[in-house]
C-alpha cells in the first residue's frame, strides 16, 4: 500500500515498522482556555502524563439506575438485537456493544451534551467537538469476552480517516467496576507513542473485527516492550464512575470469568478541525455508526442532571 502524503501515522503496512512519537500535542488547548476550564492544573499534568483521568462518582446512583433501565429495555428489544449496529458475542446471541447509542435515546444524547463533559473536552482538545462514536460495551457474566490491546486512533485513522490524534474518549460505568469482571486495562504513557501494526485491511473487516480484533493490534515485541516500561493500571470503581482517556492509550481488558455483569457507556468527541477523510488504509469508509461523517458543526451543551463537580 502506498502511503499517502497526508498520512502522519501510517500503519496497516506489508512489513514491521519502528514506532514514532506522536506527531500531536497531547492537550491542545492555549493557556487561556486551560486556565478556565473545570481540570486543575494537577489534573491536566496528569492526563499529559498517563493518557487517562479517572473520577469516581461521577454519575449519582438515580441517573445510572435510569440508564441501566434504558439498556435492560435495548436487551429485549428485538428490532435493536437485529440493528447493525448492535455486536454480539462470537458464537453466541449474547450482546458485545451496541453502537450509535446517542441517537437512539434522548437520555444518551443528552448525556453526551452535559456542561460539564463538554467543558472537559474543550479544555483538552481547545475547539468545538462532535461525537465521532458512542456506544455501550457489555460483557455478561461468566461469558463476557475481552478485547485485545489496541490504540483507539489506530484504527479510526486507519479505518475511518481520522488525520490527527485530537479526539477523547469518555467511559462511564453503568455497573460496579471490580478486578474480576473484566475492568478497562490502561497502558499509562503509552499515549505518545504511535506503533504502527502489520497487515491489509480486509474489505468490511468492522464485520468480525468488532466481535475480535486481528487487525490493528500491535506485535507481542512492542506491547511487551511499551508495558515494561510503563505497567499497567486497571481501575475500577462503582456505577457512576468516569474514566476520560487519550485517543492513542492503549487499552484492552480480560474475559468476564465472574458472575457479576461489567456495561461501559462510551462517547468519542472528535474536534471539529479533525474532520475524516477517505480511510487511510485504502478501503471505503466503514458505517456512520463507527465513524460519523455527518455531522461538521459542534455540538451545543445541554444540562443533564446535579452530580460531581470535577476539579
Not at 24 to 46: F, K, M, Q, W, Y
Amino acid at each position: 500500500m502506498d502511503i499517502r502524503s497526508d498520512d502522519f501515522y501510517p500503519t496497516r503496512l506489508e512489513r514491521p515498522h519502528a514506532s514514532f512519537e506522536r506527531r500531536d500535542p497531547v492537550i491542545h488547548s492555549d493557556c487561556a482556555e486551560r486556565a478556565n476550564g473545570p481540570l486543575s492544573d494537577t489534573e491536566l499534568a496528569r492526563y499529559q502524563r498517563d493518557g487517562f483521568l479517572v473520577f469516581n462518582d461521577f454519575l449519582d446512583d438515580d441517573t445510572v439506575r435510569r440508564f441501566r433501565a434504558d439498556l435492560q429495555g435495548y436487551e429485549q428489544d428485538d428490532s435493536v438485537l437485529q440493528a447493525e449496529g448492535t455486536i454480539t458475542e462470537p458464537g453466541k446471541q449474547e450482546i458485545r456493544s451496541i453502537f450509535g447509542i446517542h441517537e437512539m435515546s434522548e437520555r444518551f444524547d443528552r448525556l453526551t451534551r452535559d456542561p460539564r463533559l463538554l467543558d472537559m473536552v474543550h479544555q483538552l482538545l481547545g475547539s468545538d467537538v462532535y461525537i465521532h462514536q458512542s456506544r455501550i460495551n457489555y460483557k455478561p457474566g461468566f461469558h463476557g469476552r475481552g478485547f485485545d490491546w489496541h490504540s483507539d486512533f489506530e484504527t479510526w485513522h486507519a479505518e475511518d480517516g481520522m488525520p490527527r490524534m485530537r479526539a477523547v474518549s469518555f467511559s462511564i460505568a453503568l455497573t460496579d467496576n471490580t478486578p474480576f469482571n473484566g475492568p478497562l486495562m490502561l497502558v499509562p504513557g503509552s499515549h505518545r507513542t504511535f506503533v504502527p501494526c502489520v497487515g491489509r485491511t480486509p474489505e468490511d473487516n468492522y464485520r468480525s473485527s468488532l466481535k475480535q480484533q486481528k487487525i490493528g493490534v500491535p506485535a507481542d515485541a512492542e506491547l511487551d516492550r511499551l508495558i515494561d516500561h510503563h505497567g499497567i493500571q486497571a481501575p475500577t470503581g462503582r456505577a457512576g464512575s468516569l474514566i476520560v482517556f487519550e485517543c492513542n492509550t492503549l487499552h484492552g481488558s480480560n474475559a468476564n470469568m465472574s458472575p457479576w455483569p461489567r456495561s461501559n457507556l462510551f462517547f468519542v468527541y472528535n474536534s471539529i478541525h479533525n474532520q475524516l477523510v477517505q480511510p487511510f488504509c485504502g478501503n471505503r469508509p466503514r458505517p456512520g455508526f463507527l465513524g460519523n461523517r455527518d455531522q461538521p458543526h459542534g455540538i451545543t451543551a445541554r444540562p443533564h442532571s446535579p452530580s460531581r463537580q470535577v476539579g
